[in-house]
């Protein structure tokens, strides 16, 4: 599954919070990518990621609790 990571409307976002899950969910990303993607999504600008089938359900359970909006596109 491909997902759009739109935005981050927490009010003090945890960046570290959000390297891990994106690490964690993504198939194909490095610490070091993830903590860039993070920033990149902090600044305001959206991020594609893919993420496993299976786990899908998991990962958008751990981005709504972030508070990070998503859109799924395939």
């Known amino acids: 599954m491909k997902l759009n990571l739109l935005s981050c409307d927490a009010?003090?976002?945890d960046r570290r919070a959000i390297a891990n899950c994106i690490t964690e969910i993504s198939l194909n990303s490095s610490e070091s990518l993830s903590k860039e993607l993070t920033d990149i999504l902090l600044e305001?600008?959206?991020?594609?990621?893919?993420?496993e089938d299976k786990n899908s359900g998991s990962a958008l359970r751990a981005l709504r609790k972030l508070n990070i909006d998503y859109e799924i596109l395939e």
């Open 11 to 13: 009010q003090r976002p």
């Open 44 to 51: 305001g600008d959206a991020v594609d990621i893919q993420v």
